[in-house]
Nanobody, 126 residues
Framework: QVQFVESGGGLVQPGGSLRLSCVASGSNLDYYALGWFRQAPGKEREVVSCTSDSGTYYGDAVKGRFTASRDNAKNTVTLFMDGLKPEDTGVYYC?????????????????????WGQGTQVTVSS
């Protein structure tokens, strides 16, 4: 079982930037994809990013604006969010899944075998 400590998030104006950080703990995390998902009120969960040794996968809505960075030595994944829009508002969840990033994030995101953080709120509003 993977556990997480998430930090960052908050309120930002449209066009602004935020950084989310997630420290994961557990065994053999080098074999896990780490990533971020988000969910807005009344909407389904959405893929943000997943990263593993095979590369990083981004959801279509965030490509070109968000960048994920993983530090395997610290079991940390950081999400740099630029050019934020009101539609980026939601609860952002750190997640982990055994295997590669594409398997975790493709087709709307894996529906089994995923460990979830507690979530952190991101609000983009003027």
């Amino acid at each position: 079982q993977v556990q997480f400590v998430e930090s960052g998030g908050g309120l930002v104006q449209p066009g602004g930037s935020l950084r989310l950080s997630c420290v994961a703990s557990g065994s053999n995390l080098d074999y896990y994809a780490l990533g971020w998902f988000r969910q807005a009120p009344g909407k389904e969960r959405e893929v943000v990013s997943c990263t593993s040794d095979s590369g990083t996968y981004y959801g279509d809505a965030v490509k070109g604006r968000f960048t994920a960075s993983r530090d395997n030595a610290k079991n940390t994944v950081t999400l740099f969010m630029d050019g934020l829009k009101p539609e980026d508002t939601g609860v952002y969840y750190c997640a982990a899944r055994f295997g590669n990033a594409q398997a975790m994030c493709s087709n709307g995101g894996a529906t089994y075998g995923v460990s979830w953080g507690q979530g952190t709120q991101v609000t983009v509003s003027s």
